[in-house]
């Protein structure tokens, strides 16, 4: 007991009357909150018993099983729609209205999930199971959790009879991971005044935003602002061959191979954007030693060659600061004894904002230096052509204040201390859709997940049960902290 107790009973009694009081109205919340939990969890479990792979799921199903949950809620029709290019494809579009003195804000998440092999899996991947202080299921993680956690904020708000400063529109989405028809360049490219609004949050966190935790201990709170754009490049080399008893210097696989090696070899240059100055300038508050020193190095000086070096060997911050590129695929020959007449392989780059996929496959050529080898672009639907779209990837969302100040308060109050950093996909998501509509976009999820968790395309995709209760009051707060009128 601690002494002071002894010394002033009176006061003590009194603070245990406060506390107490306190208790009791903590209580109510308490309550809401429980409630609010229960739902998400409901809602959780039953998206992840629906089937919605590209292969023989049904997207339609899981947006329709959410819809009935805001139509019962009272959301009049006109405000839960489900829409979308086939029976199979449909994405759900809720609005909360809120008082429209500021724009609205759009809440997306898809809802398709990956194939899950029952063969690969200890559980059912369709089921959601609870065992050992882990949600076990296929979009625990990526991001089932997070379509659930938004649904029943936004179920909760209403049920308050809470009125934002601005609307909340939330798209639950077909087809982000594969498939015909992605739903936010559907709904960008067909019903843009259904989603229109000051700027994105994306609750898609499996990608490197969310929290990153070491063995369930927040480490820190990232968030996304900017992403890499995705390009694959096809080498070849070809050769008139002939008999393997007689060898020439000439020789398809040797050249591909010394090809590959050169850019084995290569590191495209140190590059900081608005986004990644600011990950490492925060970042380095959180650091301490050599790679604090390293971090705060590289802000003053992105030419600093020492600090880079070091930093470059962690392969997560070597991915913020350039562009990479590496060989995934290798082909050649045709006869154990036979030389070869050609060999390919794939060379997949990750580019920096502002930088093209054509500027990308020159730099190839370039660092090849071999005009035995060609490079030529692969594109997504796997047509390959001689050369690649000058698209660039886009520059980062600026860092507004009236989405960062209330994710800065709301991180504080659940984890005090915890950095809140901002951050670069190196992969690609929805997000690429909004930004390229002109919407302002932030990858924002409060569910930690542990770095050696982050397998969540692969086997047995978990999540942490108290992770995902705490993203669920995350989120909750954060919303109303960005809508308060
Ligand atoms: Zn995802």
């Not at 819809?67 to 579009?93: I, W």
């Not at 562009?323 to 050609?342: D, E, F, I, Y």
Request: proline share 5%.
């Amino acid at each position: 007991m601690p002494r002071r107790t002894h010394r002033f009973p009176v006061a003590a009694l009194f603070t245990t009357f406060l506390a107490a009081a306190a208790l009791a109205a903590d209580r109510s919340g308490d309550a809401a909150d429980a409630a609010a939990d229960h739902l998400a969890h409901d809602i959780f479990k039953e998206l992840i018993e629906i089937d919605t792979t590209d292969s023989v799921g049904s997207v339609t199903a899981a947006a329709e099983a959410v819809a009935q949950h805001f139509r019962a809620a009272g959301f009049p029709a006109e405000d839960v729609r489900v829409l979308g290019p086939n029976e199979r494809k449909k994405n759900l579009v809720v609005r909360l209205r809120g008082t429209g003195r500021q724009k609205p804000v759009l809440l997306i998440g898809h809802l398709d999930v990956v194939e899950a092999p029952r063969e690969d899996w200890s559980t059912d991947p369709f089921k959601l199971i609870e065992k050992d202080g882990y949600f076990y299921g296929r979009g625990t993680l990526d991001m089932k959790s997070g379509d659930a956690i938004m649904s029943a904020t936004l179920l909760r708000l209403k049920q308050e009879g809470y009125r934002g400063s601005r609307d909340i529109i939330l798209a639950l989405t077909a087809d982000e991971e594969d498939g015909c028809c992605n739903g936010v360049e559907w709904l960008v490219r067909n019903h843009r005044e259904l989603i229109d609004a000051e700027f994105v949050l994306n609750h898609d966190g499996l990608v490197g935003y969310s929290i990153n935790a070491e063995h369930g201990v927040p480490q820190e709170f990232a968030f996304s602002a900017t992403e890499k754009l995705y390009a694959d490049y096809q080498l070849t080399v070809a050769n008139p061959g002939g008999h393997s008893s007689l060898p020439r210097s000439d020789n398809a696989i040797y050249q591909l191979a010394e090809g590959l090696l050169r850019i084995g070899r290569y590191s495209f240059p140190v590059e900081l954007n608005e986004v990644t100055r600011a990950y490492f300038a925060r970042m380095a508050k959180a650091r301490t030693g050599q790679m604090g020193a390293d971090m705060r190095a590289i802000v003053r000086d992105p030419g600093d060659a020492q600090a880079i070096a070091r930093l470059s060997r962690e392969s997560d911050l070597n991915a913020l600061m350039r562009t990479t590129c590496v060989a995934t695929r290798l082909k050649g020959g045709h006869s154990n004894n036979a030389l070869p007449q050609r060999a390919t392989a794939v060379v997949n780059c990750r580019i920096l904002p502002g930088h093209s996929k054509e500027e990308v496959r020159k730099e190839l050529i370039r660092v090849l230096n071999d005009p035995a080898i060609t490079v030529r672009y692969v594109a997504e639907d796997g047509a390959i052509t001689d050369t690649a779209p000058e698209q660039r990837a886009l520059s980062p969302s600026p860092l507004l204040p009236q989405v960062l100040q209330p994710l800065e308060s709301t991180v504080a109050a659940i984890w005090p201390g915890l950095p809140v950093v901002p951050f670069m996909n190196a992969g690609a998501t929805d997000g690429i859709f909004t930004r390229a509509a002109g919407l302002p976009t932030y990858g924002v999820a409060g569910i930690a997940v542990d770095r050696d968790d982050m397998h969540a395309h692969g086997r047995d995709e978990r999540l942490r049960v108290a992770a995902f209760y705490r993203g669920n009051e995350f989120f909750y707060r954060y919303l109303k902290a960005l809508t308060a009128d």
